[in-house]
């Protein structure tokens, strides 16, 4: 089973991720939220960061 569509994961640091997965991969608009409370509103591409990253304290 690989994630596809929309999606919300926890990572074991406390990071929170809503947005797509593609072939069990972080691709198209998401949102992190670091355990300090940063939030990271942008698009990735194959679970990478691609243009623009909007950051809100």
Request: net charge positive; proline share 5%.
């Amino acid at each position: 089973n690989k994630r596809s569509g929309r999606g919300v994961m926890t990572f074991g640091d406390g990071t929170l991720y809503h947005g797509e997965w593609r072939d069990d991969t972080m691709n198209g608009q998401g949102v992190m939220t670091l355990p300090n409370g940063e939030r990271r509103e942008g698009l990735f591409v194959n679970g990478e960061w691609r243009g623009p990253v909007r950051t809100q304290p």
